[in-house]
């Protein structure tokens, strides 16, 4: 069976997460460009935002920041177990920065798989601008968001997911070992770390290693490889010079996407 995109008329669940280069904003652009088909296979899942979007009957959702996958298995695997302990850190008293450091300290060093979920939820929701970023050791190190009081428990949300991902495999896998697992009937979206615009930086900082352009270009031939094997695939990126130059024999389709990752709103801008 072959199921299409959901239409832009039914309801969306909302992504759980804060996270930088999310596509709820821009979901409209994606998901009416992309085919029916009997999987959507996303090698970067990051928020889940065209998870959530789209319909398909089947989902194989990777990323390689093993905290953010391990948190999707658990709220897919003991969503009960999960609400339970991660809700009890959305407390008034965890919203402070003295608070903030230690659960980050003990995140850091948390050997427990469902209690680490449940720290990340935390520090998602609680660090500054829903940032990950990690040293050169792996540590986590988003400082607080200097919160005015606790964010609410996104229980709709986590239940919500948990009820779709019934459909989903998470694998904590390289993009190009989850695409090689492309059969015709799937579809393929891709959204890497961005290159660096023509006038300016790009965050890429969402796992403890960089993606550098050796990277793109590693995932330019792989999309092509799967495109010649009857796999459609679909890749966001910054419209700059060097994405034209890699993707030049790709169907470019340009629109404007505002981003909120700085702390002063003059500093924020359109992708």
């Known amino acids: 069976m072959q199921t299409h995109p959901t239409s832009k008329n039914a309801r969306l669940t909302k992504p759980f997460l804060k996270w930088a280069g999310g596509k709820s ?64 850190y959305f407390d008034e008293r965890f919203c402070t920065p003295e608070q903030y450091l230690a659960i980050r300290a003990a995140f850091n060093l948390e050997q427990d798989a469902l ?59 390289d993009f190009a070992e989850v695409m090689a697992s492309a059969v015709p009937g799937d579809i393929c979206y891709c959204d890497p770390p961005y290159l660096d615009r023509d006038v300016g930086r790009s965050f890429t900082a969402y796992g403890p290693g960089g993606f550098a352009m050796q990277r793109q270009l590693e995932l330019v031939s792989v999309a092509k490889q799967l495109a010649a094997r009857g796999v459609p695939v679909l890749i966001s990126n910054h419209d700059c010079v060097a994405a034209r130059q890699i993707y030049a024999d790709a169907k470019i389709i340009t629109f404007t996407a505002h981003r909120s990752i700085s702390a002063a709103a003059d500093k924020r801008g359109g992708r």
């Open 25 to 88: 904003r821009i979901l409209q652009h994606i998901v009416s460009r992309l085919p029916p088909g009997r999987r959507l296979i996303e090698p970067f899942v990051g928020g889940g935002s065209v998870f959530l979007g789209t319909d398909y009957e089947q989902y194989l959702l990777g990323d390689n920041n093993g905290h953010l996958v391990e948190l999707y298995q658990a709220v897919s695997q003991r969503p009960d177990e999960f609400v339970e302990l991660a809700s009890g």
């Open 115 to 173: 209690r680490r979920a449940a720290q990340f939820l935390y520090l998602n929701k609680f660090g500054f601008n829903g940032l990950c970023r990690y040293n050169r050791s792996g540590a986590f190190n988003v400082p607080f968001g200097h919160l005015q009081r606790a964010p609410r428990f996104p229980l709709e949300q986590i239940v919500a997911f948990a009820e779709k991902a019934r459909r989903a495999v998470f694998v904590n896998c």
